[in-house]
């Protein structure tokens, strides 16, 4: 591809973007492999957790009780990873989907000159093969990472829900 063809600014080539994203300390976890992306996702959970536990202990309720009080805690943490995994896959998916366009919208020098640009048949050609190799890939790991997420949540809202709440009044 020349540049003196595509009049799309240089930082919004849709393979320009990927590279950004894929050299990003937050947004290459999942590109380096998913059991790092896992541990990173575990250690936001871990983080979290105390100062959860800390938030949870002005509930009279639940200071009444320990274990729900753990329980309580150890679910609501992991909503920093949920909300870390729907980070990363909007902006995948952003980046995949520009990829796998025909068209380029750009803008030339802010919001309201927005461009159209169609891709040459070698641009669209590499811009497809990286959609497919490279990021299809995580895209799957951070679907199967929210799937698990969302799973983890809910069985967690099930279990304060059926623990055997015991309160000790004054």
Same mark, same amino acid.
């Given at each position: 591809?020349?540049?003196?063809?595509?009049?799309?600014?240089?930082?919004?080539?849709?393979?320009?973007?990927?590279?950004?994203?894929?050299?990003?300390?937050?947004?290459?976890?999942?590109?380096?492999?998913?059991?790092?992306? $896992?541990?990173?996702?575990? $250690?936001?959970?871990?983080?979290?957790?105390?100062?959860?536990?800390?938030?949870?202990?002005?509930?009279?309720?639940?200071?009444?009780?320990?274990?729900?009080?753990?329980?309580?805690?150890?679910?609501?943490?992991?909503?920093?990873?949920?909300?870390?995994?729907?980070?990363?896959?909007?902006?995948?998916?952003?980046?995949?989907?520009?990829?796998?366009?025909?068209?380029?919208? $750009?803008?030339?020098?802010?919001?309201?000159?927005?461009?159209?640009?169609?891709?040459?048949?070698?641009?669209?050609?590499?811009?497809?093969?990286?959609?497919?190799?490279?990021?299809?890939?995580?895209?799957?790991?951070?679907?199967?990472?929210?799937?698990?997420?969302?799973?983890?949540?809910?069985?967690?809202?099930?279990?304060?829900?059926?623990?055997?709440?015991? $309160?000790?009044?004054?």
């Amino acid at each position: 591809m020349t540049t003196s063809i595509c009049p799309v600014p240089k930082e919004q080539i849709p393979i320009n973007e990927y590279q950004v994203l894929s050299n990003s300390i937050f947004f290459n976890w999942p590109c380096i492999g998913k059991a790092f992306f $896992y541990k990173k996702l575990f $250690y936001s959970w871990l983080i979290l957790m105390p100062i959860i536990t800390i938030i949870c202990t002005g509930s009279h309720q639940l200071i009444s009780s320990p274990g729900k009080l753990l329980l309580v805690s150890l679910v609501s943490s992991i909503l920093l990873p949920f909300l870390l995994i729907i980070r990363h896959f909007l902006s995948w998916n952003y980046i995949y989907k520009r990829l796998r366009s025909e068209k380029i919208e $750009y803008e030339e020098s802010g919001w309201y000159d927005g461009q159209i640009w169609e891709k040459t048949l070698e641009m669209r050609e590499k811009d497809i093969l990286t959609a497919q190799h490279d990021i299809k890939p995580i895209l799957y790991i951070l679907k199967e990472s929210l799937l698990f997420t969302i799973l983890a949540l809910l069985i967690g809202f099930i279990l304060i829900d059926i623990y055997p709440s015991i $309160y000790i009044y004054d």
